[in-house]
């Protein structure tokens, strides 16, 4: 990776995570702002004791009324948006503001109790409007839209009223538990759109956090997706974690705090009325009758009034209640003495009907998104299969050694070596570079409109390729590059007025790592060439093993980000329709990642296992194929020693004897038995060849003797191959936590094949001595 390419990471990583930080605080605080709303109970104007309220009822205006500029229609409130539509260069469109203006005065608020005032000429700038759009005309390239608030709309308010006997007042500039919010809609409409906000928010800001990891990881070069995995659970799990947490204590203190001061409130209100008739307020805990005699002074509207603002502070200690009512909330607020707020005793007939109240309640919910839940866990899906498709590619990778040309068997393999034209005077001709190659891609774009919309469109594309040879220090291995993965370096790009040119080629004496599987040549069908087959990879690259894997790892974060997202926001939208929303919630939400992370462990780990355990039956096929080659050749060479070294009777018995002992192979410990026995014999009867010079001149005994120096070799190349695949299966088996997986599996460890030191020693065969 360039120097330049980390610092537009870290750059990245910078920004993300400021966009991260920002999103998700504005998300957490719109979840704050719905929880208050949820403690403010919508109650009559009479029946508030003052404070943090909810009411709802009729506009009625006071002495000055609005006339809204555009329809000329009589209102209390109006906003009027005049916009322009702009055209650019591309032939795009937009709208630019060319005025907006909005204006508010005071006016009264009826309900079935009674009137109040509502403060909003002087505070309109302090109060959130939310209000139906009534008008909107378009009239060439200019549009009007205008809100408004008329009189006889019925409106919902929350702010902080002043409880005057006379004409109760409702104002926006107090210090309280209290949103500002003046609206067309419901108190449940505009709870629920909070509830939104704050989810897309809070998805937006964990969605950053995840992109965040993502760049990081690709600053730092990191390509083990377990790591940058865990990365995403400690930053998630941190980030909701704190938020539930903080969550946590608002509800919890500042739940008790609303109960708190909406009970004394309301003591202060009752007890003004009662002492104006020299009645001692009894207190909560009775459930004093107002029908009593001793309550006979009190006039019919201020019964009422008491039995309001009794209700009132009850269902604000039930919110509360039903806050607390669960886990953690529970056990925090034992922890921090705020689980029992006094208790309200109401008489019989208010117990019912606050208790209707209670239970007519519905919590914030969000609309059940079904179709788009349905479609967001299918994009998941999609891209964690695609995601572990890059991955088990990567595994591969790393748990597959790199062979050399000599030691390639049948299947997968991984090679290394310098790229050789099979003619290098019938080399292909790079058509931009005009570079010899064996393989290159050619694409002519042509850019299309202007500016910003200006994109370059592919108008032709071509792939010329032409098989070549990977050679190492122990031979070369023929390649046919057709239907392969190419990552190449060497690009070359031209542009001529508005069409551009690029080449990327493979050309020879590039460094090469390949991956893929080796099959017969169909040509001569005595050797191996490396070629596409549908059931492996198959990459050609002139990149390096490490860049090759960084790459793909990159990639297959790059998924998982975006899966991770999708999954964090399907987990918070369901905590959200399902109206608690709770700092369990945040919990919820924050083990997504541990849980996905779980899951995908497993899964790369047993396939691990598998592929590693496959690879050892692969070797030990190989061992077995060797051998019943070897099997058959030994008659031959038989037939060959009894015509020209009769006098060796005993080299002779030693090859009958390999002929029928490979009948018997049939495990590891057979097969090193074997194969000890078959090294003495071809060692001496190399020895003996050796010995005679005039038998090497011979052509059929020379051919014999490149043979039994080919054999030893593939001996030693598949018996390696074979002990390194049981090692490294043997090895992950013992590692944590790979031998959990192991156990619950039953997989079991296979035994390496061990030869005797003494079938490597050359046998004292003096044939001199015997011929004398």
Request: charged letters at 25%.
């Amino acid at each position: 990776m360039q120097w330049y390419d980390r610092r537009v990471g870290a750059l990245a990583v910078v920004a993300l995570c400021y966009f991260a930080l920002v999103l998700s605080n504005e998300g957490f605080q719109s979840v704050l702002d719905f929880r208050i709303l949820e403690r403010t109970p919508l109650t009559t104007i009479h029946g508030a004791a003052g404070g943090e309220s909810q009411l709802q009822g009729r506009v009625e205006p006071s002495d000055e009324v609005l006339t809204s500029p555009r329809t000329n229609t009589k209102s209390v409130y109006y906003r009027h948006l005049v916009q322009k539509e702009h055209r650019n260069s591309e032939g795009g469109t937009s709208w630019r503001t060319l005025k907006d203006e909005s204006r508010a005065v005071d006016f009264h608020l009826t309900d079935a109790s009674g009137n109040a005032n509502i403060r909003a000429k002087h505070q309109r700038n302090l109060i959130n409007w939310s209000v139906h759009q009534s008008y909107q005309q378009q009239s060439g390239r200019i549009r009007h839209t205008e809100w408004r608030i008329e009189p006889g709309q019925q409106i919902t308010v929350f702010g902080w009223l002043h409880a005057d006997p006379k004409l109760p007042t409702v104002t926006f500039d107090e210090i309280g538990d209290y949103l500002s919010i003046i609206s067309s809609f419901t108190g449940a409409s505009e709870r629920s759109e909070l509830s939104a906000n704050a989810i897309f928010l809070l998805w937006g800001g964990v969605s950053f956090l995840v992109l965040m990891c993502c760049a990081l990881a690709f600053t730092l070069g990191l390509h083990r997706v377990l790591a940058f995995l865990g990365l995403i659970t400690v930053a998630s799990s941190t980030l909701l974690i704190s938020y539930g947490f903080k969550s946590l204590e608002s509800d919890v203190q500042a739940g008790y705090d609303r109960v708190d001061s909406q009970l004394k409130r309301t003591e202060d209100q009752i007890t003004s009325v009662l002492e104006n008739h020299n009645i001692i307020f009894p207190g909560w805990q009775l459930p004093f009758n107002l029908g009593n005699p001793e309550y006979g002074a009190l006039t019919d509207l201020e019964k009422e009034k008491i039995n309001n603002w009794r209700n009132t502070a009850y269902l604000v200690r039930s919110r509360y209640m039903r806050q607390i009512n669960r886990f953690p909330e529970k056990p925090y607020a034992i922890m921090r003495g705020k689980a029992k707020p006094p208790v309200i005793a109401l008489p019989v007939d208010q117990q019912r009907i606050a208790d209707q109240a209670v239970q007519a309640y519905q919590p914030t919910r969000v609309g059940q998104q079904l179709i788009l839940t349905f479609v967001a866990l299918v994009l998941i899906a999609i891209l964690a299969w695609l995601a572990f498709r890059l991955i088990k590619v990567k595994r591969m990778q790393e748990n597959l050694p790199t062979s050399k040309t000599m030691g390639v068997v049948f299947g997968l393999t991984e090679l290394k070596g310098k790229l050789v034209a099979e003619d290098e005077g019938a080399c292909l001709i790079g058509p931009v570079s005009g570079f010899a190659c064996t393989w290159y891609h050619y694409e002519i774009q042509e850019k299309r409109g202007s500016g910003k919309r200006s994109s370059w469109h592919t108008i032709h594309e071509e792939t010329q390729k032409q098989p070549f040879y990977c050679e190492d220090d122990e031979g070369k291995l023929r390649v046919f590059p057709s239907k392969a993965e190419i990552i190449t370096k060497h690009k070359s790009t031209s542009q001529f007025g508005k069409k551009r040119y690029i080449e990327r080629r493979l050309q020879p004496g590039d460094d090469l790592y390949l991956l893929g599987k080796a099959k017969a040549d169909k040509t001569t069908g005595n050797s191996l060439v490396l070629s596409h087959d549908k059931e492996a990879p198959y990459i050609i690259s002139n990149r390096s093993e490490a860049e090759v894997m960084f790459i793909k790892a990159s990639k297959a974060m790059l998924l998982l980000s975006l899966g991770t997202s999708l999954l964090f926001g399907v987990g918070l939208w369901i905590g959200g329709s399902n109206g608690n929303f709770s700092s369990a919630d945040f919990v919820t939400a924050a083990l997504i990642a541990p849980l996905f992370l779980t899951i995908f462990l497993i899964v790369l780990m047993y396939n691990d296992l598998i592929f590693l355990r496959q690879r050892c039956a692969r070797n030990w096929a190989n061992i077995d194929v060797s051998l019943k080659k070897r099997a058959t050749l030994i008659p031959n060479l038989e037939r060959v020693v009894k015509r020209y070294l009769e006098h060796e009777n005993r080299l002779q018995q030693a090859l009958a004897e390999l002929r029928t002992e490979r009948a018997q192979v049939e495990n590891v410990k057979a097969a090193d038995a074997y194969m000890a026995h078959e090294s003495r014999v071809i060692d001496e009867l190399s020895l003996c060849l050796e010995r005679y010079p005039d038998l090497e001149g011979h052509q059929v005994v020379t051919d014999f003797n490149r043979r039994l120096i080919t054999l030893e070799n593939e001996i030693a190349l598949i018996r390696a191959g074979f002990n390194d695949s049981v090692m490294n299966f043997n090895t992950r088996l013992q590692s944590f936590p790979d031998n959990l997986l192991a156990i619950a599996f039953k997989f079991d460890r296979l035994t390496a094949l061990q030869f005797d030191k003494k079938a490597h020693q050359l046998p004292a065969v003096d044939l001199q001595q015997k011929n004398s």
